[in-house]
Every structure is written in structure tokens, then in C-alpha cells.
């Protein structure tokens, strides 16, 4: 299996925003974590924003997404940055205990949306 970085959201005028990474077997894609550099909140917190973690059906129990979030890791840390943050459905317990396994923590924010 192969993790690579990939270009998927645009580039600022400085640095890249984009800390996607895809996961490949056997040269076909088979998962990605979608993640940017952000500033979130008041006063604004710099972090890696996971914005998608999707890991084909038949590869799902092959420890892919753990391994794209410890390469994230890696990346986020080798670029001095101390937050990773991930928003997830309160109806998802899965995908709870799975970052909760990762040492994710539930952070001190409320997330607000106005569906239009």
C-alpha cells in the first residue's frame, strides 16, 4: 500500500493549504483523508481541519485509516503545527471511538450551522 500527498485544495499565495493524503493498492485508489490548513475560531486557532475520511468498502478492515491519519500526523508535526481537529456527526459513535483511539479528544467548541 502506498500514502501520498496530493494536491487537492488550492494553493495560497505562500503555502500550500492542502494536507490531503490517498492510499493506494496495487496503484488504485482505495481511501483519502481530505485536510487543510485553517484558522478556526475567535481567537483564530491554527490546525489541520480533517475535512473527509473515506476508505473503499472491500479495504475497510485493513487499517488504512489509521495510517492515513498517522502520516497526517507526521506531516502536520513536521510542519510545527500542535492542532489536529476533525468535526463528526454526533450520530456516528464508529467514527468517534476511532479518533478517540488516535488520541483525539472532544475539543471545548460548539459547531453551529444555518441550513439555508
Known sequence: MTIALINLVTEDIKESLDLSFIAEV???VVGFVLAR???IG???V????IQSLSIHPLHQ???IETRLINE???RVKSLGMKNIR???SVSNPRMEAFFTRL???RAPVIVCDKIL
Not at 491554527?46 to 481541519?49: D, K, R, S
Request: contains cysteine; aromatic residues 8%.
Open 42 to 44: 475567535a481567537p483564530a
Open 61 to 63: 478492515e485493513q487499517d
Open 72 to 74: 497526517l500526523t507526521d
Open 26 to 28: 496495487n496503484s488504485q
Open 86 to 88: 476533525v468535526i463528526l
Open 46 to 49: 491554527e490546525v489541520c481541519l
Open 37 to 39: 490548513h485553517a484558522y
Open 103 to 105: 488520541n483525539f479528544h
